[in-house]
């Protein structure tokens, strides 16, 4: 069966679709490993057309002179053809990523959707702001007649805007830099991960579907040398990326020559602390059912379980027991729950962390291995570890992976001392029956967002992003559209 938008065999240039100068590449689903599509893959020349275009575009053309509404009508129309084609993206996304059907039209379709839908309406209301007006002496004419004086702060787009997104959640990524740097009045070159071409792609047909103007829009994909020009090329004034730390340093140093503004979100470690007076089975059900988001391969997934001692023991029980129930396969299958990881490379780099957690003395409780009957597809099993410390590399590095630690602890103090003790800060929960102590915990829990008692739902107006070295900025929430603008102030004189 055609997997949908895997026909698309060129690079959207320019309001065109052109075709790349080098080989395809065959794109496998991951639950088979059979190939659903032979993907253009675009190399420098490509990316400097997309950035030509861009430019001229943005330097040129009228984008970034439109309003503010006629440029959120071209986004309403692109959020509508997205929404028609509803099914068409969710059967994508099951086969490019392996992503289960659940998590599939839930988070990776629906709820992107549904937040995009709110930025367009946060960005008519109006950013302008006036400044108090004054009376000053004349610094030319200091006894003659005082100057009577205001302004404006007004917000403008920041120019070309490359936006460079992982594989795990790509039509997330992709539209969480397409809708605000273009709402903002930027021209984009997308750039998605190798592994999820049309993901992308797509948004090539839904641009001409709307009519988007030439150059505003443009997809290019590649590898690294794609992604160094993009951040790097002295046309390009800012870079938004999504994806490892590893690739976030290298991104900003390459965009440091030119002093783009730099947008990242990056890796995370994230800690779940379970009070002694938490509902265990409930949150170890949700604990579980986190590793099991897109096979692990999400940023934000909550991956350290810092239980307290009185209650550790009874909590993994509940999570092994939990673990055991959960259906792994071919997500074709609606009953599947986790399907594969992305691909061989990544399932290897699990399984090397899983030997490090063994040889470092962690007590495996589950997993630890492939599930039997999978011998096709990269599938990996979901893996807890107790016994941890918090300084040996399965607690601090990002698997990327189903896999789990459990770290006891004694007090409150302790629980966030040990939640703290990592280089990222991208999210945290907190467990507990005690919503005050929660709320207090999690206001001194140095990430970006901080779930109690499993959070308030989709909250489209919470902004998304890290502390420390789980990025810089902010996506999603009030000031999203602010990432991708600058301030300018305009002074003039009144009264006369």
């Given at each position: 069966?055609?997997?949908?938008?895997?026909?698309?065999?060129?690079?959207?240039?320019?309001?065109?679709?052109?075709?790349?100068?080098?080989?395809?590449?065959?794109?496998?689903?991951?639950?088979?490993?059979?190939?659903?599509?032979?993907?253009?893959?675009?190399?420098?020349?490509?990316?400097?057309?997309?950035?030509?275009?861009?430019?001229?575009?943005?330097?040129?053309?009228?984008?970034?002179?439109?309003?503010?509404?006629?440029?959120?009508?071209?986004?309403?129309?692109?959020?509508?053809?997205?929404?028609?084609?509803?099914?068409?993206?969710?059967?994508?996304?099951?086969?490019?990523?392996?992503?289960?059907?659940?998590?599939?039209?839930?988070?990776?379709?629906?709820?992107?959707?549904?937040?995009?839908?709110?930025?367009?309406?946060?960005?008519?209301?109006?950013?302008?702001?006036?400044?108090?007006?004054?009376?000053?002496?004349?610094?030319?004419?200091?006894?003659?007649?005082?100057?009577?004086?205001?302004?404006?702060?007004?917000?403008?787009?920041?120019?070309?805007?490359?936006?460079?997104?992982?594989?795990?959640?790509?039509?997330?990524?992709?539209?969480?830099?397409?809708?605000?740097?273009?709402?903002?009045?930027?021209?984009?070159?997308?750039?998605?991960?190798?592994?999820?071409?049309?993901?992308?792609?797509?948004?090539?047909?839904?641009?001409?579907?709307?009519?988007?103007?030439?150059?505003?829009?443009?997809?290019?994909?590649?590898?690294?040398?794609?992604?160094?020009?993009?951040?790097?090329?002295?046309?390009?004034?800012?870079?938004?990326?999504?994806g490892s730390e590893a690739v976030g340093a290298s991104i900003m140093s390459q965009a440091a020559p030119t002093l783009k503004r730099v947008h990242l979100e990056l890796g995370g470690k994230s800690a779940l602390i379970v009070r002694p007076d938490a509902d265990i089975q409930g949150t170890a059900l949700g604990a579980i059912a986190g590793l099991t988001v897109n096979a692990g391969q999400g940023c934000a997934l909550l991956t350290r379980f810092l239980v307290h001692n009185s209650i550790r023991e009874q909590f993994v029980q509940m999570a092994k027991a939990v673990a055991s129930q959960m259906k792994i396969g071919n997500p074709a299958d609606p009953s599947v729950v986790m399907?594969?990881?992305?691909?061989?490379?990544?399932?290897?780099?699990?399984?090397?962390?899983?030997?490090?957690?063994?040889?470092?003395?962690?007590?495996?409780?589950?997993?630890?291995?492939?599930?039997?009957?999978?011998?096709?597809?990269?599938?990996?099993?979901?893996?807890?570890?107790?016994?941890?410390?918090?300084?040996?590399?399965?607690?601090?590095?990002?698997?990327?992976?189903?896999?789990?630690?459990?770290?006891?602890?004694?007090?409150?103090?302790?629980?966030?001392?040990?939640?703290?003790?990592?280089?990222?800060?991208?999210?945290?929960?907190?467990?507990?029956?005690?919503?005050?102590?929660?709320?207090?915990?999690?206001?001194?829990?140095?990430?970006?967002?901080?779930?109690?008692?499993?959070?308030?739902?989709?909250?489209?107006?919470?902004?998304?992003?890290?502390?420390?070295?789980?990025?810089?900025?902010?996506?999603?929430?009030?000031?999203?559209?602010?990432?991708?603008?600058?301030?300018?102030?305009?002074?003039?004189?009144?009264?006369?």
């Amino acid at each position: 069966m055609s997997i949908p938008f895997t026909q698309l065999n060129k690079l959207y240039i320019d309001g065109a679709w052109v075709s790349a100068n080098g080989p395809t590449e065959a794109v496998p689903n991951p639950a088979t490993e059979e190939v659903i599509g032979q993907a253009p893959v675009g190399d420098t020349a490509s990316a400097d057309a997309a950035i030509d275009a861009a430019r001229r575009a943005f330097d040129s053309g009228p984008w970034p002179w439109l309003s503010m509404a006629e440029r959120a009508g071209y986004m309403r129309r692109m959020h509508s053809a997205l929404v028609a084609h509803r099914e068409e993206i969710a059967a994508l996304i099951i086969a490019e990523v392996g992503c289960a059907q659940g998590v599939t039209y839930a988070m990776q379709v629906d709820m992107p959707l549904a937040h995009v839908l709110k930025a367009i309406d946060q960005s008519l209301h109006d950013a302008t702001q006036q400044i108090p007006v004054e009376a000053t002496p004349n610094p030319f004419n200091p006894g003659g007649p005082m100057i009577l004086g205001s302004g404006s702060i007004e917000r403008e787009p920041i120019g070309v805007v490359s936006g460079i997104t992982g594989y795990n959640f790509p039509f997330l990524l992709n539209l969480a830099k397409i809708f605000p740097a273009l709402l903002a009045g930027n021209t984009l070159v997308l750039k998605p991960s190798p592994f999820t071409p049309y993901s992308a792609l797509l948004f090539g047909e839904i641009a001409e579907q709307i009519g988007l103007p030439k150059g505003v829009l443009n997809i290019v994909t590649g590898g690294v040398e794609v992604g160094s020009l993009l951040s790097s090329d002295p046309r390009v004034d800012m870079v938004s990326f999504t994806g490892s730390e590893a690739v976030g340093a290298s991104i900003m140093s390459q965009a440091a020559p030119t002093l783009k503004r730099v947008h990242l979100e990056l890796g995370g470690k994230s800690a779940l602390i379970v009070r002694p007076d938490a509902d265990i089975q409930g949150t170890a059900l949700g604990a579980i059912a986190g590793l099991t988001v897109n096979a692990g391969q999400g940023c934000a997934l909550l991956t350290r379980f810092l239980v307290h001692n009185s209650i550790r023991e009874q909590f993994v029980q509940m999570a092994k027991a939990v673990a055991s129930q959960m259906k792994i396969g071919n997500p074709a299958d609606p009953s599947v729950v986790m399907g594969p990881l992305i691909r061989e490379s990544q399932r290897a780099k699990v399984e090397h962390f899983v030997a490090s957690g063994r040889d470092s003395g962690a007590t495996l409780v589950c997993g630890g291995g492939r599930p039997q009957g999978l011998d096709k597809g990269f599938f990996s099993d979901i893996t807890l570890f107790d016994d941890v410390r918090n300084d040996i590399t399965i607690a601090q590095e990002e698997i990327f992976g189903p896999v789990g630690v459990v770290i006891g602890f004694d007090s409150d103090e302790e629980a966030i001392a040990i939640a703290n003790d990592s280089r990222y800060g991208l999210n945290g929960a907190v467990a507990t029956a005690d919503a005050a102590v929660a709320y207090q915990m999690a206001r001194r829990i140095r990430a970006g967002s901080v779930y109690i008692n499993g959070g308030g739902g989709k909250m489209p107006y919470a902004p998304i992003g890290g502390f420390k070295r789980s990025g810089i900025g902010r996506e999603f929430g009030p000031d999203w559209l602010k990432e991708f603008t600058q301030e300018k102030s305009i002074i003039y004189p009144i009264g006369r």
